[in-house]
């Protein structure tokens, strides 16, 4: 089973207004509602790959109750530890070609609820083979409260995937208990080293050998259209991927995360995570609903990426 860690969800709704305009009323009748944030992503995508999942996280309110039952109505298991707070909104407005949004910032986590949380993580890790941890924090929980995470389950001998930016995933790696995976994308990994980064990949091979990265078994660079650039140990590889149509590419990297979740627990090899991980995050990008994937191209995309090692 893998386990997807969640701890800011939202209900992300996505209201269509063609001609949107500014201190008035605005209506509309094409609304969409749908349980969101990074890890549910890729929950649902994992599902889609029809294996073992369970979400887990903080819930809380009647619209986190929305998010458990929509999981659950679509055979999704969660395991979720309530909280005070209600889980928040975050909306999307289309309008004119562009899109606006308005995020949320969440519920705050009680001093209680933080440490309950890491019992209750402890607990449904002994049941799991890989976990991913997915976004940012909710307020309340200290800058590196990933870092008590991947210490539970690496003290429990399980392999962890984290995608996460800023200073939630320096402080991961400034610490010794290290992921199993990181994903960042070019402008994630460029962050992180206060320096642009170039998607050249002989400058990412350069890049990657930092001591910054030592302990972490596999750092997968996305990106986008441009495939990837990873590292698995020693060993660097350039995966390229064919040119297909994009409907939507939100939550690729969480399709991503999702393959290469998929490929820790079936103990994939390398070449074959590497397809594996691209192709999910393709098949992301074919369809409107932002994490979710048609496995009825996976094969046919699979035998269209390559890998040249580096
Ligand atoms: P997000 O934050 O939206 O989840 P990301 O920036 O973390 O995305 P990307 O690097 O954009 O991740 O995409 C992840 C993977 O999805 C890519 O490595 C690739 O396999 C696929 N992908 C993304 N965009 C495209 C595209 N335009 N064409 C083909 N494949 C794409």
Known sequence: MILT???????????????????????????GKT????????????????KAVTATGFIGGHLGGGIVSELNKNGIKTDFLSI?????????????????????SGPTITDYENAAFLTHFKQAVGYADVITIS?????????????????????LDKKTV????KSNLSNVLEN???????????????DLLGQTVSSNPADLKAVLADELFS????????????????????????????????????????ATVAGIAVALE?????????????????????????GHIDINHFDDLFNRVTIIEY
């Open 5 to 31: 860690v969640t701890l800011n969800p939202s209900v992300d709704i996505s209201y269509t207004i063609p001609d949107l305009r500014l201190d008035t009323t605005n209506r509309t009748d094409q609304v």
């Open 35 to 50: 349980a969101g944030g990074k890890g549910i992503n890729v929950t649902r995508v994992i599902h889609d790959l029809n």
């Open 84 to 104: 005070e707070g209600e889980t928040r909104n975050c909306i999307a407005i289309l309008h004119d070609g562009q899109q606006t949004e308005v995020l949320e």
């Open 135 to 155: 976004g940012s924090l909710p307020k309340g929980l200290e800058e590196d409260y990933y870092v008590k995470l991947i210490q539970i389950a690496n003290n």
């Open 162 to 165: 984290l995608d996460t930016s």
């Open 176 to 190: 010794s208990f290290k992921p199993t995976v990181i994903k960042p994308n070019i402008e994630e990994l460029s």
């Open 215 to 254: 302990g972490i078994e596999w750092i997968v660079v996305s990106l986008g259209g441009d495939g990837a650039f990873a590292k698995h140990n020693n060993r660097f590889y350039k995966v390229n991927i064919p040119t297909i149509s994009v409907v939507n590419p939100v939550g690729s990297g969480d």
């Open 266 to 290: 079936d103990n994939l090899d390398d070449i074959q995570l590497l397809k594996q991980a691209m192709t999910t995050g393709m098949l992301n990008t074919m369809e409107s609903i932002t």
